[in-house]
């Protein structure tokens, strides 16, 4: 099983930038799809972004397109949000969410299809 770990987090003003990342220890990362969620206080969990781990394509959620990157780098075990342009709606904890070989119906913005979450980090964007 994969144990995600991210980091990254902080305050930030809004335009700024925070690249988060997320480490997963275990042999097989290149065989897992890999998430982001965020949850903001009062909130439902958000989709920001994810990519799959057969050959990287990537999907964002509305709210971050043009503004969210995400990346992985499986030599490492990792995974990245690099988040630009940063708003103070923007503020949540965001967590890191692992699929082996998913989701099963390709349904990457359903938290539901993620089986192992991170403990999150907090990003803090202020006005």
């Known amino acids: 099983q994969v144990q995600p770990v991210e980091s990254g987090g902080g305050l930030v003003q809004a335009g700024g930038s925070l690249r988060l990342s997320c480490a997963a220890s275990?042999?097989?990362?290149?065989?897992?799809?890999m998430g982001w969620f965020r949850q903001a206080p009062g909130k439902e969990r958000e989709f920001v972004a994810a990519?799959?781990?057969?050959?990287?394509?990537?999907y964002y959620g509305d709210s971050v397109k043009g503004r969210f990157t995400i990346s992985r780098d499986n030599a490492k075990n990792a995974v990245y949000l690099q988040m630009n342009n940063l708003k103070p709606e923007d503020t949540a904890v965001y967590s890191c969410?692992?699929?082996?070989?998913?989701?099963?119906?390709?349904?990457?913005?359903?938290?539901?299809?993620?089986?192992?979450w991170g403990q999150g980090t907090q990003v803090t964007v202020s006005s």
């Open positions: 969410a692992a699929e082996l070989y998913g989701p099963a119906n390709s349904d990457y913005e359903d938290e539901e299809q993620y089986d192992f």
């Open positions: 275990v042999s097989t990362f290149n065989r897992y799809a």
């Open positions: 990519i799959s781990w057969s050959d990287g394509t990537t």
